[in-house]
């Protein structure tokens, strides 16, 4: 592997061998000593234009867990604000010797031009671009599904004959749209349910059933049951009447989590609008994994920057000399 740009371009071979990889990340958290010498000498910088509290804290702890030296880079407070361009940015990062860039922009496809433009030998790894994807949290997100489903016999499996609805502000959501490509390729069926004003247009193109009543997709008895944030930021109209109006239709209230089968599992990404798409008893019930796909996050983002940054690496590059 050289970049994790996408999911809807990564194979079905790659994203179980990340899976599988986080599983033996996960093994070696649960020891006393957390840290492996893997990445011993290589520089993985975290290249945040905008912000991000769990996605930049667990790749930072996913390098230092591997030993590689971790420089944290965000736009607000450096050269960004006075108008440097991602270019310069990046020729200045290379000359500083990073091995692996970690970005998150606004500008969906950034990552990409970063990895395309030849201003860089580094490998890119996608920390959400815009509206357009965030890799590594569908990845996440998957693994947490298969754990929850199969346990210690995880390893090796898809998600085949497995339910996923994710709930909510699917226009805005990158997480959305990774979640989509990774769960289908996988074999999962997913089905996304929000209000008409927060589907995109494209929607039909993506291998996903629609709805818009969400106790009839409960009904469903989904296995994960996904919401996503109001993203607010993004919204330069009003989408929906009010939040009152928004939690009464589309949250995650008591009645619903009660009408979910007993073995759902309820996840969020996070940052929670608690109280807006997802009630606090949802958040903070048993069978909500939000904290799991944080403890998860670690382990799949040390897997993307071990095949990234280890031996594979270079047999990528002498691929791509050819
Ligand atoms: C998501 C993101 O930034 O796209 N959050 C995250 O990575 N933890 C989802 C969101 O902001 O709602």
Redesign the pocket.
């Given at each position: 592997m050289r970049h994790l740009l996408d999911t809807q371009t990564l194979s079905r071979t790659d994203a179980l061998r990340i899976l599988d990889v986080a599983e033996d990340m996960a093994d070696t958290q649960r020891r006393e000593v957390k840290k492996l010498p893997t990445l011993r000498g290589k520089t993985v910088v975290n290249l945040f234009f905008e912000d991000?509290t769990?996605?930049r804290i667990s790749f930072e702890a996913a390098a230092k867990r591997l030993s590689a030296d971790v420089i944290n880079f965000s736009a607000k407070g450096s050269s960004v604000s006075k108008g440097e361009s991602l270019q310069d940015t990046a020729q200045t990062l290379q000359a500083m010797g990073a091995d692996a860039v970690v970005i998150r922009h606004g500008a969906s496809g950034a990552p990409r031009t970063l990895a395309t433009s030849g201003w860089i030998t580094a490998g890119v790894v996608n920390a959400?671009d815009g509206t357009h994807e965030?890799p590594t949290?569908a990845l996440l997100d998957a693994f947490t599904i298969r754990k929850r489903a199969y346990g210690d016999d995880s390893r090796g499996r898809d998600l085949a004959g497995l339910t996923v609805t994710i709930v909510g502000d699917i226009l805005h959501?990158?997480?959305a749209r990774s979640n989509v490509w990774l769960l289908h390729a996988l074999g999962a069926r997913v089905t996304l349910v929000g209000p008409p004003t927060l589907i995109p247009q494209d929607v039909s193109a993506w291998p996903a059933t629609i709805r818009y009543d969400l106790d009839a997709a409960i009904a469903d008895g989904p296995d994960a049951l996904m919401m996503?944030?109001i993203?607010l930021e993004r919204m330069n109209a009003a989408y929906f009447p009010t939040e009152r109006e928004y939690a009464r239709s589309w949250g995650l209230d008591a009645a619903r989590l009660r009408a979910l089968p007993a073995d759902s599992i309820v996840m969020h990404?996070?940052?929670m609008n608690r109280g807006l798409e997802i009630s606090a008893a949802a958040a903070d019930s048993p069978r909500s994994t939000v904290l799991e796909q944080v403890t998860n996050g670690v382990s799949v983002r040390m897997a993307a920057l071990y095949l990234l940054l280890s031996g594979e690496r270079a047999e990528a590059e002498k691929e791509d000399a050819r």
């Open positions: 991000s769990r996605t959400g965030h949290q959501s990158r997480v996503l944030r993203q990404p996070g940052p």
